[in-house]
């Protein structure tokens, strides 16, 4: 399958939990990373694996996979965690990238 | 630590070809598990894949883009480059390059380092 399924747009209270989900047939075999963007910049990377972070990465942010669908939690959002954030694995044949739509999120 | 940097005309006239250079410090493009990766992002859009390369020589595009894209390796200067051609005005957006590792018997991969990218605009 080429294709990871986004919600366009997800809002969260400051200090709450929230989940961004991702979802597709890849995502049964592979692990999906997770990228942040904020406006100007370029993305950053945020979880991969099975909850890996890069060095800087704070805690709050973790990745999982149940089936076919990914998701990355924000836990205590906090709000420089506003941005685009964008999910991606290789497809079900592993010899391209495919990338979601992204997920707004505002932190109100 | 490994840092990436998109140059190339910010301006192409439609019809013709668009060509990228990611040169690439603090380390190497002959790693094994890296693949070297263009990705675009037309104004207010998302991020769309464009294709890699591997030292080996190796490549894989878009399917979307596969007819006009080509990309090249230069192990001698640690660069990697994006040849687009006979663009139209859809092609306008900010162009990155990203180093992807991938972990095919882990199956996951992810892009660890990115360019700060690079706007070019179609345009006459």
């Known amino acids: 399958s080429s294709e990871l399924t986004q919600d366009p747009a997800v809002s969260v209270a400051l200090g709450q939990t929230v989940r961004i989900t991702c979802q597709g047939d890849?995502?049964?075999?592979?692990?999906a990373s997770w990228y942040q963007q904020k406006p100007g910049q370029a993305p950053i990377l945020v979880t991969y694996y099975k909850d890996n972070r890069p060095s800087g990465i704070p805690d709050r942010f973790s990745g999982s996979r149940s089936g076919n669908t990914a998701s990355l939690t924000i836990t205590g959002a906090q709000a420089e965690d506003e941005a685009d954030y964008y999910c991606n694995s290789r497809d079900s044949s592993g010899n391209r990238v495919i990338f979601g739509g992204g997920t707004k999120l505002t932190v109100l | 630590q490994v840092q990436l940097q998109e140059s190339g005309p910010g301006l192409v006239k439609p019809s013709e070809t668009l060509s990228l250079t990611c040169t690439v410090s603090?380390?190497?493009?002959?790693?094994?598990?890296?693949?070297w990766t263009w990705i675009r992002q037309p104004p207010g859009r998302g991020l769309e894949w464009i294709g890699y390369i591997h030292y080996t020589g190796s490549t894989s595009y878009n399917t979307s883009l596969k007819s006009r894209v080509t990309m090249s390796l230069d192990t001698s200067k640690d660069q990697f480059s994006l040849k687009l051609t006979s663009v139209t005005t859809a092609d306008t957006a900010v162009y990155y390059c990203?180093?992807?590792?991938?972990?095919?018997?882990?199956?996951?991969?992810?892009?660890?380092?990115w360019g700060k990218g690079t706007t070019v605009t179609v345009s006459s």
């Open positions: 890849s995502l049964r075999s592979y692990y």
């Open positions: 990203a180093k992807e590792v991938f972990w095919g018997g882990y199956y996951y991969d992810y892009m660890d380092v």
């Open positions: 603090g380390g190497s493009v002959s790693s094994g598990s890296d693949f």
